[in-house]
């Protein structure tokens, strides 16, 4: 396997976004300093770049196995909280004339919480942080569109396949999308997402299939796809 290589600055936010990827030391770094230091400063000092590198690419393969039979011929993606976007860069990589737009935000919160934030006020990402991992890894400006969710107007264009791995509905309400995705989503399109309400989508789209279950995690989600809103 050929291995995404992380800067320090790009694998401590991989880090922040995947939590999984704290070893024992880092998580007991984290028990004693608390949220504010850890996020501010062992996340990125008491890091080993490689390790972190390797284990982001190896959980980034498997996120792209369980959506693979979604996406394969499909060419206009969205996808959001992407994170750094090494699912993305995979499909980039993987389908040709694919194009990903991206809704992230733009900042990273001091004391990152990683349960469900109803206000939506946590965000642990930095767009060029992003647009320098895609650029790095030779992927042409054509080809994907970055857009700030505090500041710029969402795509209005409609994609065949929307994702939110671990962002909408896992970290926040869906109602926050819910709007936007009605007007964009075509009756064929497909939106894959985590969720541990997952009957709860049974109202509001015509078909969703269950694509992986956590059941090891706290939260016990589910990842499911979901077409054509009722
Ligand atoms: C747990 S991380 C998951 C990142 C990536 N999808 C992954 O699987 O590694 C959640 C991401 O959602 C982003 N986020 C939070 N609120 C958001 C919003 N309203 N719109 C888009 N992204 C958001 C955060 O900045 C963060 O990068």
Redesign the pocket.
């Known amino acids: 396997m050929k291995y995404f290589t992380l800067d320090r600055n790009l694998a401590q936010?991989?880090l922040?976004?995947?939590?999984e990827l704290a070893d024992n030391k880092l998580k007991k770094i984290r028990k004693i300093f608390g949220r504010y230091l850890f996020s501010k400063v062992f996340s990125k000092y008491f890091i080993n770049t490689k390790k972190i590198s390797e284990n982001?690419t190896r959980?980034?393969e498997e996120?792209f196995n369980t959506i693979k039979k979604f996406i394969i011929g499909k060419n206009n993606f969205l996808?959001?909280?992407?994170?750094?976007?090494?699912?993305e860069l995979l499909i980039l990589k993987n389908i040709s004339n694919s194009r990903v737009s991206f809704?992230?935000?733009n900042?990273?919160s001091d004391k990152i919480k990683?349960g469900w934030?109803n206000s939506?006020k946590?965000?642990?990402?930095d767009l060029n942080q992003l647009d320098y991992f895609l650029k790095n890894n030779e992927i042409s400006k054509e080809r994907y569109q970055i857009f700030d969710?505090d500041k710029d107007d969402f795509p209005t264009n409609s994609f065949d396949t929307l994702?939110?791995?671990?962002?909408?509905d896992?970290?926040?309400n869906f109602e926050?999308?819910s709007t936007y995705l009605k007007k964009i989503m075509k009756k064929e399109s497909i939106l894959i997402f985590d969720t541990i309400r997952p009957k709860y989508f049974e109202n509001i789209f015509e078909y969703i299939e269950i694509v992986k279950e956590d059941v090891n995690t706290v939260h016990k989600s589910k990842r499911i796809a979901c077409q054509t809103f009722k």
């Open positions: 936010l991989a922040l976004q995947r939590i982001y959980i980034m996120e996808s959001i909280g992407a994170g750094i976007g090494g699912l809704i992230e935000k900042y990273v990683y934030d939506n946590e965000g642990y990402n969710f994702l939110s791995i671990y962002s909408l896992y970290h926040y926050i999308y």
